[in-house]
Nanobody, 123 residues
């Protein structure tokens, strides 16, 4: 089970940190990802991280602004979002990929999903 939190309303240029806590003892074996979905759009890859945290990947639209990290001792993955833009407004989901040792951008590779947390960026 994945529980995402940290969303909210922020002005353009501001920052937020999303957290996703996993239950169970297998978290450190899973690649993790963050996706977002705006109304009327497909759920899209934002960033991913390998099980050990040594490899990360991010979408072009967020490179240099968003940073994914994880703390396996706390069963938690984070998404630090800086220089937020109105187009970042979406529901953000964390997800677990139990079959890869590298982060993958295809949402069909992720088996477990959190409930989503809403991020709203005002202009």
């Amino acid at each position: 089970q994945l529980q995402a939190s940290g969303g909210g309303l922020v002005q353009a240029g501001g920052s937020l940190i999303l957290s996703c806590v996993a239950s169970g003892s297998t978290f450190s074996r899973y690649a993790m990802g963050w996706f977002h979905q705006a109304p009327g759009t497909e759920r899209e890859f934002v960033a991913g991280i390998s099980p050990g945290g040594t490899s990360t990947s991010s979408a072009v639209s967020v490179k240099g602004r968003f940073t994914i990290s994880r703390d396996n001792a706390k069963n938690t993955v984070y998404l630090k979002m800086d220089v937020l833009k109105p187009e970042d407004t979406a529901v953000y989901y964390c997800a677990a990929d139990p079959r890869s040792i590298v982060p993958r951008p295809d949402r069909s590779d992720y088996q477990f999903w959190g409930q989503g947390t809403l991020v709203t960026v005002s202009s």
